[in-house]
């Protein structure tokens, strides 16, 4: 089992839907989760931070954390075009170190 | 300030040469990481540096892949005998260690093509 797990995706939804990108870790003592955004040909860039169990939101960006269930996901509103792009889950342990899913690709159609 | 830089960006090497792949993270950053990209894939871990802590080589792929970290700061990633395998964007990324976690800030990656 890996340690962080996203949808394999493909992820297609249309302009001004809801995209939902799900996340499980499997290490209970993780401590923080984060979500990074990588555009096709460029480095990832970090959207959203959780620390707490329950939701965050930020714009249009909602996460949502529970650690009973180890799960956390992203909820985009009102989903752009300019919002497709490959979103990375990461999950940061006590153990002092990062470690990321392998990515869900999402696609806004116009 | 300045972010996270690589260098070069973009390598072409011939099959068996060595290759040298330099980050310079942010500066008061204590945190460095390495990671592999191929096409279409996610961030493969290689290496992580934290402040004097032993490095994490569990990533590497293999012995010729090393790298080191001088007066934790710049970093350099040396890949002997390269193989057309290795072909791949190579990030770095850079972070410091808050109460909450730790926040990654990337590099613009080195690409490298191995002939």
């Known amino acids: 089992q890996k340690e962080v797990e996203q949808n394999s995706g493909p992820l297609s939804v249309p302009e001004g839907a809801i995209a939902s990108l799900n996340c499980t870790y499997s290490?209970?003592?993780?401590?923080?989760f984060f979500w990074y955004r990588q555009y096709s040909g460029k480095s990832p860039e970090l959207i959203m931070s959780i620390y707490s169990n329950g939701d965050k939101e930020d714009g249009r960006f909602t996460a949502q954390l529970n650690k009973a269930s180890q799960y956390v996901s992203l909820l985009i509103r009102d989903s752009q075009p300019s919002d497709s792009a490959t979103y990375l889950c990461a999950v940061y342990t006590n153990a002092g170190k990062s470690t990321f899913g392998d990515g869900t690709t999402l696609t806004v159609k116009p | 300030g300045a972010g996270v830089s690589q260098s070069p960006s973009n390598k072409v090497t011939e099959k068996g040469k060595d290759v040298e792949l330099r980050c310079d993270p942010i500066s008061g950053h204590t945190a460095l990481y390495w990671y592999r990209q191929s096409l279409g894939q996610g961030l493969e871990f290689l290496i992580y540096f934290q402040g004097n802590s032993a490095p994490d080589k569990s990533g590497l792929p293999s012995d010729r892949f090393s790298a080191e970290r001088t007066g934790g700061s710049v970093s350099t990633l040396t890949i002997q005998r390269t193989q057309q395998e290795d072909s791949a964007v190579y990030l770095c990324a850079s972070s410091w260690t808050s109460g909450e976690g730790e926040t990654q800030y990337f590099g613009p990656g080195t690409r490298l093509l191995v002939l």
């Open positions: 290490d209970r003592v993780s401590q923080s």
